[in-house]
C-alpha cells in the first residue's frame, strides 16, 4: 500500500474505495470481535460455582464476576461512537479487541475476587465498543441485500452467543477448568486485532474531538447507566429498595439521568448524539428493539433456570436442550434476509412479534416434567421471531440514517436492546418471586382444608418410620418431601404465569409497529457532513 493511500481517510463515503473483498474481510473480522464480547456475557454463567470456590469467594460476592462486566460494558456501548468518530472504527475496534485480549488473559490469572472484578469490568467496558460498530459498520459498507444479509448475520451471533453461552462455558470448565473461559479469546482475540490493523483505513478520524470530551457529560453517563445497570441485576435478589445499597445506586442514576439528559441537550459537544431520536421512525424502532431485548435475554434465561430448577438439569443438559433456538435462528437468517428487501420491515416486525407471543403462550402450559420434547417447538418458534424481529428492527433504526449519524443511531439501538434484557431478567425474577410466594400460599391453604392431604402426608411418615425405626425422622422426611413437591408444583405454575404476562407484553408492541420507517431494506440515500 503506497503512502498516499494510506493516509487516505475518505472524506467522501466510508469505505468508498475499498475492493468488495476487502470490505467483507472487515466486517467478517469485526463479526467475530463482536461474538466474542457478547459470548463473555453468559459464558461464565453455568460456571460459577467453579469460579467461587477457586477464587475463595462468598456467595453473595461471586455475582460481581457478572455484574462488574455488565455494567461496564453498557457504559461503554454509546461512548464507542464518539471514540470512532475521533480515532476511527478501525482503531476503536482494533483497540478494543486488544485490550479485550489482555484483559482476558488477566481474568484467567486472577487471583482473588477483588482482581477478577477489576479485569471483568475493564474486559466489558473495552469489549463493549466491538457491538454497536460491528452494526454501524455492515451498514455503512452495504446496500440492500447485502445490508440485509450482514444484519442477519449480526443478528445469529447476537443471539448465539447468550443462548450457547451458558452450554459452552460448562463444557469448558469440566474439560479444562474454569480460567480457560478466559484463555480461550486469546488466540481470536490476536487475529481480530491484527487483521483489522492489516487490512486499512475505512474511515476517518477527526483526533481533536478527544480535547472537546465534556467530562461532566462522561460521568453522568457512567454513573447513570451503570446504576441503573446495578439496580437492575442486582434488586431482585436484595428486596429492591429495601437494601440500602440498592436504594442509594437508584438515586445516583436518577440524579445521574437528568445530568446526562441535560448535557444531551445543551453541550457544545455532547459525547452522546441523541439526534436520531428526531426521526418518528427510530425512536419507534427504539423502543422495539427494548422489546426485543426484553424477547432475547428474558428466554435465554428463563429456558434455563426452569431445566435447573425443576428438572435438575445438568449445565450439559441444558446445553443439549436450549441449543433448538439457536439452530431455528441460523436457519430463518437467510429467509429473513431475503425477506427484508422485498417486503415492508413493519410487517416482518409484526409477524415477529406474533412468533414471539405463540413461543411464549406455548410455554406458559409447562409441566414440571417438560423437557426437549416439549420444548422443542416453542424454541423453534422463538427462534424464528428472534432473527424475524432483529433483522427489520435493525433496518428501520438505520437504513435511512445518515452517515454522520449512523454510530450513535447503531449505539443506541444496541444500548436499548441491552437495557431491554437487563429490565426483562430484573422483572421476570421479581414476577417468580412473587408469583412462585403466591402459588405456594394457596397450595399452604388448600393442603390444610385436604382431609385427604392430611391422610397422605400421616401414611408417608409412617412408612419412612417404619423403613428408618424413628417417627420424628419419618415426620422430617414426610414434611420435606410434600414441601419439595409443593414448591416445585408452585414454581412450575410461576414460570406459566411469567411467560403468560410476557406474552401478552409482545402482543401490545403491535401497537408501535404502525410508527416505524416503512418499505423493504433497499439502496440507502447517503448524507455526509463536509
Known amino acids: 500500500m503506497s503512502a498516499t493511500t494510506a493516509d487516505l481517510d475518505y472524506d467522501e463515503s466510508p469505505a468508498a474505495s475499498l475492493a468488495p473483498w476487502k470490505k467483507m474481510a472487515i466486517f467478517f473480522v469485526m463479526a467475530v470481535g463482536q461474538f466474542m464480547a457478547l459470548l463473555d456475557i453468559q459464558i461464565v454463567v453455568a460456571s460459577m460455582s467453579s469460579i467461587q470456590a477457586g477464587l475463595s469467594a462468598s456467595l453473595d460476592e461471586i455475582d460481581w464476576i457478572q455484574t462488574a462486566y455488565l455494567m461496564a460494558e453498557i457504559v461503554m456501548i454509546p461512548l464507542s461512537a464518539y471514540l470512532a468518530q475521533a480515532l476511527s472504527t478501525r482503531w476503536v475496534f482494533a483497540a478494543s479487541a486488544a485490550f479485550f485480549t ?214 450439559l443438559d441444558i446445553g443439549s436442550t436450549v441449543f433448538i433456538a439457536g439452530v431455528f435462528m441460523t436457519l430463518s437468517a437467510g429467509p429473513s434476509a431475503w425477506l427484508a428487501t422485498r417486503i415492508d420491515m413493519r410487517i416482518m416486525m409484526a409477524a415477529g412479534l406474533v412468533l414471539y407471543f405463540v413461543s411464549y403462550w406455548m410455554m406458559s402450559s409447562l409441566g414440571p416434567d417438560w423437557g426437549f ?13 428472534v432473527l424475524f424481529t432483529m433483522v427489520s428492527v435493525v433496518g428501520m433504526a438505520l437504513k435511512d440514517m445518515d452517515d454522520d449519524e449512523l454510530k450513535d443511531a447503531s449505539g443506541f439501538n444496541n444500548l436499548l436492546r441491552n437495557l431491554g434484557g437487563a429490565v426483562g431478567i430484573a422483572a421476570v425474577n421479581t414476577w417468580l418471586i412473587t408469583f412462585t410466594q403466591g402459588h405456594a400460599a394457596a397450595f399452604d391453604r388448600a393442603l390444610g382444608r385436604s382431609g385427604a392431604a392430611r391422610d397422605a402426608l400421616a401414611g408417608l411418615t409412617l412408612r419412612v418410620a417404619q423403613e428408618g425405626g424413628d417417627a420424628a425422622h419419618g415426620q422430617g422426611v414426610a414434611a420435606a418431601t410434600v414441601m419439595g413437591g409443593v414448591m416445585r408444583q408452585s414454581l412450575t405454575l410461576a414460570f406459566d404465569d411469567v411467560f403468560r404476562v410476557s406474552a401478552w407484553l409482545f402482543l401490545a408492541c403491535l401497537v408501535v409497529v404502525p410508527f416505524c420507517s416503512g418499505g423493504a431494506m433497499t439502496q440507502r440515500h447517503r448524507h455526509h457532513a463536509h
Not at 219 to 226: D, Q, R
Not at 373 to 385: D, T, Y
Open 102 to 315: 489482555v484483559t482476558s488473559l488477566a481474568c484467567g490469572a486472577a487471583w482473588d475476587l477483588p482482581s477478577m472484578v477489576v479485569f471483568r469490568a475493564i474486559q466489558g467496558f473495552v469489549g463493549g465498543a466491538m457491538i454497536p460498530l460491528a452494526f454501524a459498520t455492515g451498514f455503512s459498507f452495504f446496500d440492500g441485500a447485502e445490508a440485509a444479509g450482514a444484519t442477519a448475520v449480526l443478528g445469529v451471533m447476537s443471539t448465539l452467543a447468550p443462548t450457547l453461552g451458558p452450554a459452552i462455558g460448562g463444557w469448558i470448565t469440566d474439560s479444562l477448568g474454569w480460567r480457560w473461559l478466559f484463555f480461550v479469546n486469546i488466540a481470536p482475540g490476536a487475529i481480530v486485532t491484527l487483521a483489522l490493523v492489516m487490512l486499512g483505513r475505512f474511515d476517518k478520524a477527526e483526533p481533536r474531538l478527544l480535547l472537546k470530551i465534556d467530562w461532566l457529560h462522561a460521568a453522568s453517563l457512567a454513573a447513570f447507566l451503570g446504576g441503573m445497570q446495578y439496580v437492575l441485576e442486582e434488586g431482585p435478589q436484595r428486596q429492591w429498595f429495601q437494601d440500602r445499597i440498592v436504594a442509594s445506586m437508584a438515586w445516583i442514576a436518577a440524579v445521574a439521568g437528568v445530568v446526562f439528559v441535560e448535557r444531551c441537550l445543551w453541550s457544545p459537544r455532547p459525547l452522546v448524539n441523541i439526534a436520531p431520536f428526531r426521526r418518528r421512525g427510530f425512536a419507534a424502532a427504539s423502543v422495539l428493539s427494548f422489546a426485543i431485548g426484553f424477547g432475547l435475554y428474558t428466554s435465554v434465561y428463563l429456558t434455563p433456570v426452569f431445566l435447573a430448577r425443576v428438572r435438575d438439569y445438568t449445565s
Open 373 to 385: 420434547w416439549e420444548l422443542f417447538w416453542p424454541q423453534a418458534v422463538r427462534g424464528l421471531a
